[in-house]
Nanobody, 124 residues
Framework: VQLQASGGGLVQAGDSLSVSCGAS????????MGWFRQTPGKEREFVAAINRNGDSRYYAESVKGRFTISRDDAKNTVYLQMNRLKPEDTAVYYC??????????????????WGQGTLVTVSS
């Protein structure tokens, strides 16, 4: 499956932004989908994940209550709605797909497919 993230941009602190991840090649219905982010000089970190059925969501503590992950399998797309953005949310955001449907969804190396990132910049 090929993944492509889009929707990043420059926003101000407190604003909202939604990024999306379109898939091609295969339907995403068979995958756990996740979002990760990375800033220069730092390791890529987990942001959010959603299980195959879409009825369980997992978030990093730093974004819990502000970000929402969702999926639309009919559109083969995963979304990350980001509210009350902070300057520390500035990063390149990556989407990823994972075959294994159980276990720790925050583990970066458990994901099988990765998309190109989209840059989100939050100014103070």
């Amino acid at each position: 499956v090929q993944l492509q993230a889009s929707g990043g941009g420059l926003v101000q602190a407190g604003d909202s932004l939604s990024v999306s991840c379109g898939a091609s090649g295969r339907t995403i219905s068979g995958y756990v989908m996740g979002w990760f982010r990375q800033t220069p000089g730092k390791e890529r970190e987990f942001v959010a994940a959603i299980n195959r059925n879409g009825d369980s969501r997992y978030y990093a503590e730093s974004v819990k209550g502000r970000f929402t992950i969702s999926r639309d399998d009919a559109k083969n797309t995963v979304y990350l709605q980001m509210n009350r953005l902070k300057p520390e949310d500035t990063a390149v955001y990556y989407c990823a797909a994972r075959v294994l449907g159980y276990g720790d969804f925050s583990r970066i190396h458990s994901y099988d497919y990765w998309g190109q990132g989209t840059l989100v910049t939050v100014s103070s």
